[in-house]
């Protein structure tokens, strides 16, 4: 699956929030997508997801415009999993991961066994296949977001999307979260915070400032010093970390970084 985004832009009212977005996620890709609070990334990812529409520009999924595809057929090739995780209601785990079956199926059609047997296997992906039966609400943040990613899978779409997906976790589950949305290979596209996570996990990553993309490339070429004090406001000190082999992002407090 290979994604494009051409000359995006969306507004609210006369407020222009993104201007002139263009991306590419290649075939196998795991993206990143960083910025400060406020500079868009959820505002783009929702024209991606099609709870926004456009002003201009449009997203294309392997050179198919996504504005002539219903909203089922974008959904057998695109999923999401938002930082928006309570749902209204007690659904158990299998509910919620079933409903990634809906794009597949005609309206009100049964669920069949085939239904059941992927989204057992998705379960049993993110390591919950004993919780099939547990109330989804009574689940922890990082369960609550396995789950999610297991209805991601139920969906079968070769597309992922994810809006902050650690947020709330702590850095056992955002590491685990992120091990295995990675092992997955799935195409992705990931908003995310912490550079350094970013840094591990991201083929390319893209920086968004006040709505347009300021930077783009490897962890290597994006995470610079001038490019995170310009962007972000901060000072930081940036090494190649001896495990790991990628750029490791320090932040200096500005009391440090005056001395
Ligand atoms: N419905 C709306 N009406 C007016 N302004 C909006 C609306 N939705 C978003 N905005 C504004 O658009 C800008 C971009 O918001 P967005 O949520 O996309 O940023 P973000 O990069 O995802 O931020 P964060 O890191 O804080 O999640 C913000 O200034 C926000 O206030």
């Known amino acids: 699956m290979n994604i494009k985004v051409e000359e995006l832009s969306f507004g609210i009212r006369d407020k222009s929030l993104i201007e002139a977005i263009s991306l590419e996620i290649r075939e196998g890709e795991f993206v990143g997508l960083i910025g400060p609070n406020g500079s868009g990334k959820s505002t783009l990812l929702k024209n991606m997801y099609r709870v926004l529409k456009p002003d201009m520009g449009g997203v294309y999924l392997n050179?198919?415009?996504?504005?002539?595809?219903?909203?089922?057929?974008?959904?057998?090739?695109?999923?999401?999993?938002?930082?928006?995780?309570?749902?209204?209601?007690?659904?158990?785990?299998?509910?919620?991961?079933?409903?990634?079956?809906?794009?597949?199926?005609?309206?009100?059609?049964?669920?069949?066994?085939?239904?059941?047997?992927?989204?057992?296997?998705?379960?049993?992906?993110?390591?919950?296949?004993?919780?099939?039966?547990?109330?989804?609400?009574?689940?922890?943040?990082?369960?609550?977001?396995?789950v999610l990613i297991a209805r991601a899978l139920a969906q079968e779409a070769g597309f992922l999307i994810l809006d902050e997906p650690t947020n709330h976790l702590d850095i056992r589950y955002q590491l685990q979260m992120m091990d295995l949305v990675k092992t997955l290979q799935l195409t992705s596209l990931a908003a995310l915070h912490d550079l350094n996570i970013a840094a591990y996990y991201c083929d390319r990553i893209y920086v968004l400032e006040a709505g347009r993309i300021v930077a783009s490339g490897t962890p290597d070429e994006v995470l610079q010093q001038d490019l995170l004090r310009r962007v972000f406001g901060v000072e930081t000190q940036i090494s190649r970390h001896p495990y790991t082999g990628k750029p490791s992002t320090t932040y200096l407090p500005e009391t440090i970084a005056n001395r």
């Open 63 to 146: 050179g198919q415009n996504l504005s002539r595809m219903t909203h089922k057929e974008t959904a057998r090739q695109m999923a999401v999993v938002s930082q928006e995780a309570n749902v209204a209601f007690d659904f158990t785990v299998m509910d919620i991961v079933m409903m990634g079956r809906a794009p597949h199926k005609r309206m009100l059609e049964a669920d069949s066994a085939r239904d059941r047997e992927i989204a057992e296997q998705a379960l049993a992906r993110v390591g919950l296949g004993h919780a099939a039966i547990s109330s989804f609400s009574t689940l922890s943040g990082g369960e609550k977001q396995r």
